[in-house]
């Protein structure tokens, strides 16, 4: 298959998407979907990092002032992973879609980049930084 062929050559697996997020049931705080990848994009053994961005480009509607929403992925493998996205108010339109969200996956880096995870710790409030750092041999 030409398709396996070229990403076990260039060793760089990557899949992107855009996935609409239904309004957030009212039972609910937030929403979770799960996103399936289409078959044999992913190396079994090695991990899958995921990006999510947030956006309302199906809202077409210059008048609407939508919330903020935070958004996080979940158990995320090589077939599959589950996007959740959460409003942070409650007081506006509730006709239209809640969001849509943009996604990418991937295994290991493209060349001369890097790839990696950082833990950020609970917090309810205010801002949480932490810092990301380089090896010193790749730049």
Known sequence: NPLILYY?????????????????????DS????????????YPDKEVHVQVSVNHINLNDSVTVHHAIVSWTENVNTQNFTVCAMQAGRNGKTAYQFATV?????QGAPLEGLAGRLKIQNWWSGTKCADVK???VQF
């Open 102 to 106: 943009d996604w990418m996956a991937y």
């Open 31 to 42: 929403y979770c979907k799960t996103i399936i990848f289409p078959p044999y994009r992913f």
């Open 8 to 28: 076990l050559v260039l060793g760089f697996p990557f899949v992107r998407g855009r996935v609409e997020i239904l309004h957030v049931p009212k039972w609910s």
């Open 134 to 136: 380089f090896p010193k």
